[in-house]
Protein backbone atom coordinates (compact mmCIF):
# COMPACT_ATOMS: atom_id res chain seq x y z
CA UNK A 1 0.00 0.00 0.00
CA UNK A 2 1.62 3.56 -1.10
CA UNK A 3 0.79 6.69 0.32
CA UNK A 4 1.68 9.51 -1.84
CA UNK A 5 3.04 12.71 -1.00
CA UNK A 6 0.84 15.88 -1.44
CA UNK A 7 -2.10 13.84 -1.13
CA UNK A 8 -5.48 13.79 1.25
CA UNK A 9 -7.20 10.67 1.86
CA UNK A 10 -10.56 10.10 3.62
CA UNK A 11 -11.16 7.37 5.76
CA UNK A 12 -14.46 6.05 7.31
CA UNK A 13 -15.83 2.78 8.67
CA UNK A 14 -16.27 1.10 5.01
CA UNK A 15 -12.90 2.03 3.81
CA UNK A 16 -11.69 -0.94 2.23
CA UNK A 17 -8.32 -0.99 3.05
CA UNK A 18 -10.06 0.08 6.86
CA UNK A 19 -8.47 2.33 9.34
CA UNK A 20 -5.87 -0.89 10.74
CA UNK A 21 -3.90 -1.94 7.34
CA UNK A 22 -3.58 1.88 6.26
CA UNK A 23 -2.15 2.81 10.10
CA UNK A 24 -0.34 -0.56 9.64
CA UNK A 25 1.08 0.97 5.91
CA UNK A 26 2.09 4.06 7.28
CA UNK A 27 3.77 2.59 10.55
CA UNK A 28 5.83 0.00 8.48
CA UNK A 29 7.06 2.98 6.29
CA UNK A 30 7.77 5.22 9.13
CA UNK A 31 11.56 5.91 10.95
CA UNK A 32 9.91 7.41 13.56
CA UNK A 33 6.29 8.03 14.96
CA UNK A 34 4.31 10.65 17.73
CA UNK A 35 0.94 9.35 18.60
CA UNK A 36 -1.58 11.76 20.99
CA UNK A 37 -4.15 9.58 21.95
CA UNK A 38 -6.69 10.79 24.92
CA UNK A 39 -7.57 8.11 26.06
CA UNK A 40 -6.05 4.58 25.16
CA UNK A 41 -7.49 0.93 24.85
CA UNK A 42 -4.69 -1.72 24.97
CA UNK A 43 -7.33 -4.40 23.91
CA UNK A 44 -8.70 -2.53 20.86
CA UNK A 45 -4.73 -2.46 19.55
CA UNK A 46 -3.86 -5.39 17.17
CA UNK A 47 -0.64 -4.32 15.88
CA UNK A 48 1.59 -6.94 16.18
CA UNK A 49 5.73 -7.27 17.28
CA UNK A 50 6.73 -7.17 14.14
CA UNK A 51 4.86 -3.95 13.12
CA UNK A 52 6.00 -2.48 16.74
CA UNK A 53 9.31 -2.51 16.10
CA UNK A 54 9.35 -1.08 12.80
CA UNK A 55 10.44 2.81 13.97
CA UNK A 56 13.37 3.85 15.23
CA UNK A 57 11.04 5.58 17.65
CA UNK A 58 7.79 6.35 18.97
CA UNK A 59 6.40 8.71 21.29
CA UNK A 60 3.17 8.60 23.06
CA UNK A 61 1.47 11.68 24.86
CA UNK A 62 -1.77 10.58 26.55
CA UNK A 63 -4.24 12.88 28.16
CA UNK A 64 -4.92 10.30 31.13
CA UNK A 65 -4.22 7.04 31.55
CA UNK A 66 -6.62 4.63 33.58
CA UNK A 67 -4.55 2.25 35.56
CA UNK A 68 -7.26 -0.16 36.16
CA UNK A 69 -8.58 -0.26 32.66
CA UNK A 70 -4.84 -0.80 31.46
CA UNK A 71 -3.65 -3.67 33.78
CA UNK A 72 -6.80 -5.29 33.06
CA UNK A 73 -6.42 -4.52 29.50
CA UNK A 74 -2.58 -6.00 29.97
CA UNK A 75 -3.67 -9.44 31.57
CA UNK A 76 -6.02 -10.32 28.82
CA UNK A 77 -3.70 -9.46 26.49
CA UNK A 78 -1.16 -11.28 28.30
CA UNK A 79 -3.59 -14.33 27.74
CA UNK A 80 -2.46 -15.07 24.25
CA UNK A 81 0.59 -16.22 22.85
CA UNK A 82 0.55 -12.92 20.33
CA UNK A 83 -0.86 -10.89 23.33
CA UNK A 84 2.39 -11.99 25.10
CA UNK A 85 4.75 -10.70 22.19
CA UNK A 86 3.33 -7.88 21.89
CA UNK A 87 3.53 -6.81 25.45
CA UNK A 88 7.19 -8.04 25.44
CA UNK A 89 8.35 -6.20 22.32
CA UNK A 90 6.52 -2.98 24.12
CA UNK A 91 8.61 -3.85 27.39
CA UNK A 92 12.28 -4.60 25.11
CA UNK A 93 11.69 -0.67 23.81
CA UNK A 94 10.82 0.61 27.14
CA UNK A 95 14.28 -1.11 27.74
CA UNK A 96 16.33 0.35 24.95
CA UNK A 97 15.02 4.24 25.58
CA UNK A 98 13.07 3.95 21.62
CA UNK A 99 9.46 4.04 23.86
CA UNK A 100 8.25 6.62 25.39
CA UNK A 101 5.02 7.87 27.37
CA UNK A 102 4.05 10.82 28.61
CA UNK A 103 0.79 12.13 29.98
CA UNK A 104 -0.41 15.62 29.44
CA UNK A 105 -3.72 15.70 31.51
CA UNK A 106 -4.21 19.42 31.28
CA UNK A 107 -3.33 20.12 27.86
CA UNK A 108 -5.94 18.57 26.04
CA UNK A 109 -6.73 18.21 22.03
CA UNK A 110 -8.95 17.01 19.74
CA UNK A 111 -8.99 14.65 17.64
CA UNK A 112 -6.99 12.04 18.50
CA UNK A 113 -3.83 12.23 15.75
CA UNK A 114 -0.89 10.68 14.84
CA UNK A 115 2.42 11.64 12.97
CA UNK A 116 4.39 9.44 10.54
CA UNK A 117 7.99 10.48 9.74
CA UNK A 118 9.12 8.95 7.00
CA UNK A 119 12.34 7.15 6.09
CA UNK A 120 12.27 9.13 2.96
CA UNK A 121 12.25 12.36 4.74
CA UNK A 122 8.09 12.39 4.15
CA UNK A 123 5.51 13.11 7.05
CA UNK A 124 1.95 12.11 7.17
CA UNK A 125 -0.72 12.76 9.11
CA UNK A 126 -3.60 11.02 10.22
CA UNK A 127 -5.94 12.30 12.76
CA UNK A 128 -9.53 11.41 13.97
CA UNK A 129 -10.59 7.85 14.76
CA UNK A 130 -7.84 5.19 15.71
CA UNK A 131 -9.84 2.50 15.88
CA UNK A 132 -7.95 -0.91 14.82
CA UNK A 133 -11.04 -3.35 15.44
CA UNK A 134 -14.06 -3.97 14.20
CA UNK A 135 -16.89 -3.57 15.04
CA UNK A 136 -16.98 0.22 15.57
CA UNK A 137 -18.75 1.48 18.71
CA UNK A 138 -21.23 2.85 17.09
CA UNK A 139 -23.10 2.29 13.58
CA UNK A 140 -22.96 5.89 12.30
CA UNK A 141 -19.79 7.16 10.04
CA UNK A 142 -16.22 6.92 12.03
CA UNK A 143 -14.15 9.27 9.91
CA UNK A 144 -10.45 9.81 9.99
CA UNK A 145 -8.09 11.71 7.28
CA UNK A 146 -4.72 11.69 6.18
CA UNK A 147 -2.99 14.69 5.24
CA UNK A 148 0.94 15.06 4.30
CA UNK A 149 3.60 18.13 3.79
CA UNK A 150 2.74 21.36 5.34
CA UNK A 151 -0.59 20.13 7.36
CA UNK A 152 1.82 17.37 8.67
CA UNK A 153 4.59 19.60 9.47
CA UNK A 154 2.49 22.32 11.45
CA UNK A 155 1.36 19.37 13.36
CA UNK A 156 4.70 17.24 14.12
CA UNK A 157 5.73 20.89 15.79
CA UNK A 158 2.40 21.13 17.82
CA UNK A 159 3.38 17.45 19.38
CA UNK A 160 7.09 18.29 19.85
CA UNK A 161 5.39 21.49 21.93
CA UNK A 162 2.91 19.09 23.69
CA UNK A 163 5.97 16.41 24.15
CA UNK A 164 7.40 19.03 26.12
CA UNK A 165 5.01 20.17 28.16
CA UNK A 166 3.86 16.21 29.16
CA UNK A 167 5.20 14.01 32.53
CA UNK A 168 7.47 11.33 31.93
CA UNK A 169 4.89 7.90 32.77
CA UNK A 170 6.95 5.32 30.84
CA UNK A 171 8.19 3.64 34.22
CA UNK A 172 4.77 3.24 35.74
CA UNK A 173 3.09 1.75 31.81
CA UNK A 174 6.29 -0.76 31.68
CA UNK A 175 6.02 -2.46 34.99
CA UNK A 176 2.10 -2.75 34.17
CA UNK A 177 3.07 -4.68 31.14
CA UNK A 178 5.42 -6.23 33.57
CA UNK A 179 3.78 -7.83 35.56
CA UNK A 180 0.82 -8.99 32.95
CA UNK A 181 3.66 -10.86 31.51
CA UNK A 182 4.78 -11.99 34.90
CA UNK A 183 1.05 -13.44 35.87
CA UNK A 184 0.52 -15.16 32.78
CA UNK A 185 -0.12 -18.73 33.07
CA UNK A 186 2.44 -20.79 31.85
CA UNK A 187 5.03 -17.87 31.36
CA UNK A 188 7.98 -18.54 32.78
CA UNK A 189 8.08 -22.09 30.78
CA UNK A 190 7.85 -19.92 27.84
CA UNK A 191 10.52 -17.71 28.21
CA UNK A 192 12.74 -18.16 30.59
CA UNK A 193 14.14 -14.84 30.73
CA UNK A 194 10.86 -13.14 31.63
CA UNK A 195 11.51 -14.11 35.31
CA UNK A 196 12.62 -10.47 37.08
CA UNK A 197 10.81 -9.61 40.10
CA UNK A 198 7.42 -7.71 40.00
CA UNK A 199 7.64 -4.40 41.46
CA UNK A 200 4.92 -3.13 43.65
CA UNK A 201 2.43 -1.21 41.28
CA UNK A 202 1.56 2.75 42.76
CA UNK A 203 -1.62 4.18 41.53
CA UNK A 204 -1.97 7.89 40.58
Sequence with gaps: MVIRTHASHLLDERSDPDFRAVYGALLGAAERL???????????????????????????????LRVLTTTAEAEALSAT?????TLSTLIDRFDEGSLEVRTAPLAGWSPDFSVFHGRDGSRHLMMGL???????????????????????????ARFDALWGEAHDITPPVRRIFRRAL?????????????????????QG
Design 81 to 85: ARGRA
Design 182 to 202: DLAPGIHAEQGRLGEPVRPLR
Design 130 to 156: HWFVHPYPHPGPALAAILSDVAADHIA
Design 34 to 64: DVAIQTPRLAGVTLGPAEIARPSRIRMVLAN
